[in-house]
């Protein structure tokens, strides 16, 4: 194994990455042993080779290798285990193989390799994977933080305390801006992005609409009325605002839920086809999305169409938004336009209400 953690350690400078090693530790008082173990817990990842031997158990009984396996563990490392094919293992190796296993389905990862001649590669893909593991994950967590801002944010000046609204936010979980310099310099884009939200059933083809760039944003709006309104942001996040009111005396405070429903399901085909638009290199495979609801103050959830003029008050003591669910919920794209995804961010708009005493 000597051999194959040579290549090891080359694959790793080959990434720019500084490999740390039993045999890199300098001497030290501790000893070399504790040494590594102490420096084991700062490393971003350990890269395990799990060959046929188990190696001499040391003093707590276990493989020195085993030992900094259990170690990574306890420390939160993340362990990339790149297992030998073609091999006898021994009994308490192929034992160790099926703890290290049984950490892949929380999160671990893994790899395969046959002889020193090719762990270097398997290494490399092995890294570069887990490199791009960690930038999804950025991305996502930074979508999310967008998602939460976008719905958070305050109502828009002239509408009434009574109107019912919902705002849904749907935002794709990339590490770049869709929309560029070059993008917003073209001058039919908001007039098409106008059009899209007529495809998807927001605004008859009765209303007029106005569509420019505004602080790099994309913003569509109705000439006649305040809602609809969607903007598109520069990392591709749609949000579309849409009434749900009912009909009938004080139906400004009731959320009706079939025209809830159906403004969920138009913002979520809306936003697949903005990105349709403006992903030039189809990168959009997964996305955040939520709903809120402006100034929910005295406003109530109707599971029903509405009618009449009897309804029970809402809630006075919440905030000035109220988010379904506090945290975005994941979906894949392909995913978007399924009655499933529509399905549940209704319900949580719904569970929302019932959270704070305001279904009708």
């Known amino acids: 194994m000597a051999a194959a953690r040579d290549q090891t350690r080359l694959a790793v400078e080959s990434l720019a990455m500084a490999p740390v090693m039993f045999e890199t530790v300098p001497a030290s008082a501790?000893?070399?042993?504790?040494?590594?173990?102490?420096?084991?817990?700062?490393?971003?990842?350990?890269?395990?080779?799990?060959?046929?031997?188990?190696?001499?158990?040391?003093?707590?009984?276990?493989?020195?290798?085993?030992?900094?396996?259990?170690h990574?563990?306890?420390?939160?490392?993340?362990?990339?285990?790149?297992?030998?094919?073609?091999?006898?293992?021994?009994?308490?190796q192929s034992k160790f193989l099926g703890r290290v296993r049984g950490t892949w389905e929380e999160g671990g990862f893994t790899g395969r390799f046959v002889c020193a001649q090719d762990v270097g590669l398997a290494v490399v893909r092995a890294l570069?994977?887990?490199?791009?593991?960690?930038?999804?994950?950025?991305?996502?967590?930074?979508?999310?933080?967008?998602?939460?801002?976008?719905a958070?944010?305050?109502?828009?000046?002239?509408?009434?305390?009574?109107?019912a609204q919902l705002r849904t936010v749907i935002v794709p979980t990339l590490d770049r801006p869709l929309l560029d310099a070059v993008s917003l310099g073209d001058a039919g884009?908001?007039?098409?992005?106008?059009?899209?939200?007529?495809?998807?059933?927001?605004?008859?083809?009765?209303?007029?609409?106005?569509a420019a760039v505004l602080e790099r944003r994309i913003v569509v709006s109705s000439r006649e009325q305040e809602v609809p309104r969607g903007f598109v942001t520069?990392?591709?996040?749609?949000?579309?605002e849409v009434s749900v009111a009912s009909q009938g005396m004080m139906?400004?405070?009731?959320?009706?839920g079939p025209r809830v429903r159906d403004a969920i399901s138009r913002a979520l085909s809306f936003a697949n086809?903005?990105?349709?638009?403006?992903?030039?290199?189809?990168?959009?495979?997964?996305?955040?999305?939520?709903?809120?609801?402006?100034?929910?103050?005295q406003k109530t959830f109707s599971d029903e169409t509405h009618t009449g003029n009897r309804i029970t008050m809402g809630s006075m003591s919440t905030g000035p938004v109220l988010l379904a669910p506090q945290q975005p919920i994941q979906f894949r794209r392909a995913d978007l336009e399924r009655a499933e995804t529509t399905n549940r961010l209704y319900a949580e708009t719904r569970q929302a209400f019932a959270d704070i005493g305001s279904l009708q």
């Open 189 to 210: 884009l908001p007039d098409n992005i106008g059009m899209l939200m007529r495809m998807s059933g927001l605004v008859g083809n009765e209303i007029g609409l106005t």
């Open 152 to 163: 958070s944010a305050d109502a828009r000046r002239g509408h009434g305390q009574y109107d």
């Open 251 to 256: 139906g400004g405070s009731i959320l009706e």
């Open 30 to 70: 501790e000893g070399s042993r504790r040494e590594l173990l102490d420096r084991l817990a700062e490393c971003d990842l350990v890269i395990l080779l799990l060959g046929a031997e188990y190696g001499e158990p040391a003093a707590r009984g276990i493989s020195p290798t085993e030992e900094e396996f259990d």
């Open 273 to 297: 086809r903005v990105w349709g638009r403006i992903d030039q290199r189809d990168e959009v495979r997964d996305c955040l999305a939520m709903t809120a609801v402006p100034e929910p103050a």
């Open 128 to 150: 570069n994977d887990w490199k791009e593991r960690q930038g999804r994950s950025d991305a996502t967590g930074a979508a999310a933080r967008l998602a939460v801002d976008l």
């Open 72 to 92: 990574a563990v306890s420390n939160g490392v993340p362990v990339l285990a790149l297992v030998q094919d073609d091999v006898e293992r021994e009994s308490a």
């Open 234 to 240: 520069p990392t591709g996040g749609v949000v579309v």
